[in-house]
């Protein structure tokens, strides 16, 4: 027995957000009594991290400290509306909106503050630390608090903003075909080293290298775990996830998720990653979607090392020792 | 079958509850302590979430029914995490970026905790081992045995701190 080494390289375009019949995401946002900035969202957070990168993206808008920015998500009944959270699309669709909500309420936040300093909103800045004062004359401002406190009490203006990012429905051209399904597209290149046992027919992958062009990375420590769990996703559905085959016979599969095959955390490869910039025309602050592609190049990568390690060409998932071992037979000649 | 009456020390509290036989602790610590940090995932012993200490041991909790465990201490996520701030442990989990969508991270956290209680200076091998049977979804692992081994020096770090 041997087990036989080989590299395998996949790349990936995969485009951000989609085009069935218009796609919009929705916020508001207002300010409460004391400078907190609440957006309120129907999308989900399921650990891919958009309430990270909604708060890092409007308290950039707004010029006020990250901390003071809360996201409240996600109701889908009473909030506002979002096509959901899939086709990578979250950070583009619902960044851009939150970042137009955010653009109108910090309009009537420099207003107020210009009217309670008595100077033109036009020379007003935010220092981003939570004041607001004349460009170049930090001692003329305000705290964002008493902007906030102001428009409540003595003005009685709300501080909001609604934002909406809608990519309008595209027709088909019905000679060409052509169309416009998205909004731009991130790119990336997965390398797997694996090793094939030839007797058992069992793959490790021992390594993926991956470079991700993802337009601005809005948190690169995000960005960077997404990837390394998609990887995982993606070994997981080259190598495991199936209820077949079963032996001696069907009885014996899995009856429940509980049985479903994953590998665990003692079946990692070393992972090496990079994410190279390349801002988008149209995200937000650059940024295109890094979501779903994360598991998509590491599949093939793992397939044609497989055929570079023992020269079985397997074409469809998971490659199980099962078929590796009908292809290894069949390259020996031995019919089975 | 009839009720009986169970007690249990949890997060150092001492607790009486009367319960109807086979009832498991997660079932307990959920929906009678309110003690919602610890998650049931699948319910019979196949995904880790529900972990918690019991007498210091890691011990997934969806699989004891509580009259077996008369008497014994038990400890969850709420009991771990201090008054004010962060225990070592959530802070590693935290700034190693050890959570996703977050739903296996209590169980982690006590499969750590129990790790750490038995073998304050774990190998990657120990921190591998002492989460096999916590599944993520989301991480990949390699942030958590990270965050494992991160959390066993800054708990070394604190226990240094404390005796100097
Ligand atoms: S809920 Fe206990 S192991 Fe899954
Ligand atoms: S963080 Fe989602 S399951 Fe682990």
Redesign the interface.
């Known amino acids: 027995m041997a087990w036989l080494k080989g590299r395998g390289v996949a790349a990936v375009n995969y485009p951000t957000g989609m085009n069935l019949g218009g796609d919009p995401s929705q916020a508001l946002i207002h300010a409460t009594t004391t400078g907190g900035f609440v957006i309120t969202l129907s999308s989900v957070d399921l650990g891919q991290g958009i309430k990270t990168v909604g708060a890092q993206i409007a308290a950039e808008t707004l010029g006020v400290p990250y901390e003071n920015v809360v996201i409240d998500t996600a109701d889908t009944d009473t909030g506002p509306h979002c096509m959901g959270t899939f086709a990578s699309r979250g950070t583009h669709r619902i960044g851009n909106a939150i970042m137009m909500a955010a653009r109108e309420a910090r309009e009537v936040m420099m207003s107020v503050a210009a009217t309670e300093l008595e100077v033109d909103p036009g020379d007003l800045v935010t220092d981003g630390k939570g004041r607001i004062h004349v460009n170049g004359a930090p001692d003329k401002g305000m705290s964002v608090v008493d902007v906030a406190l102001a428009a409540h009490f003595k003005l009685g203006k709300t501080i909001s903003g609604r934002g909406m990012y809608m990519k309008p429905k595209s027709e088909v051209v019905p000679e060409t075909g052509e169309m416009d399904p998205d909004s731009c597209q991130a790119h990336a290149c997965t390398v797997a080293d694996v090793e094939v046992d030839d007797e058992t027919g069992e793959v490790r992958v021992l390594k993926m290298t991956n470079a991700y062009e993802i337009g601005r990375a809005m948190n690169p420590a995000l960005a960077h775990q997404q990837i390394v769990g998609g990887a995982w996703m993606g070994i997981s559905h080259a190598l495991y996830e199936t209820t077949e085959p079963y032996y001696p016979d069907r009885a014996h599969g899995p009856t429940d998720f509980s049985q479903y095959l994953m590998p665990g955390p003692g079946d990692i490869a070393e992972m090496d990653s990079v994410i190279i910039e390349r801002p988008s025309s149209n995200g937000p602050y650059g940024a295109k979607g890094i979501g779903e592609m994360t598991a998509n190049s590491p599949i093939p990568a793992i397939a044609n090392a497989i055929f570079d390690a023992c020269g079985v060409r397997v074409t469809s998932m998971p490659f199980t020792p099962e078929k590796i071992l009908r292809g290894l037979d069949a390259l020996r000649g031995i019919a089975n | 079958m009839k009720h009986s009456v169970v007690s249990l020390t949890i997060n150092g509290t001492e607790r009486q509850m009367l319960v109807a036989p086979g009832t498991t602790l997660v079932e307990v610590l959920r929906e009678n302590q309110g003690l919602a940090g610890t998650r049931r995932g699948?319910d019979?012993g196949?995904?880790g979430t529900c972990t918690v200490l019991v007498d210091g041991k890691a011990m997934m909790s969806c699989l004891l029914p509580v009259e077996t465990i008369e008497g014994a201490r038990v400890e969850t996520i709420e009991g771990l995490t201090p008054m004010q701030g962060l225990h070592p442990i959530q802070e590693a989990f935290l700034e190693g970026?050890a959570?996703?969508?977050?739903f296996c991270t209590s169980g982690m956290i006590m499969a750590t905790a129990g790790l750490l209680a038995r073998n304050p200076n774990p190998s990657r091998d120990d921190a591998?081992?002492a989460?096999?049977g916590?599944?993520?979804r989301?991480?990949?692992?390699?942030?958590?045995?990270d965050a494992v081994l991160d959390a066993a020096k800054r708990m070394q770090a604190a226990q240094r701190s404390e005796a100097a």
């Open positions: 699948c019979q196949a995904c970026f959570t996703q969508c977050g591998v081992r989460i096999s916590n599944i993520c989301c991480t990949g692992y390699e942030a958590i045995i």
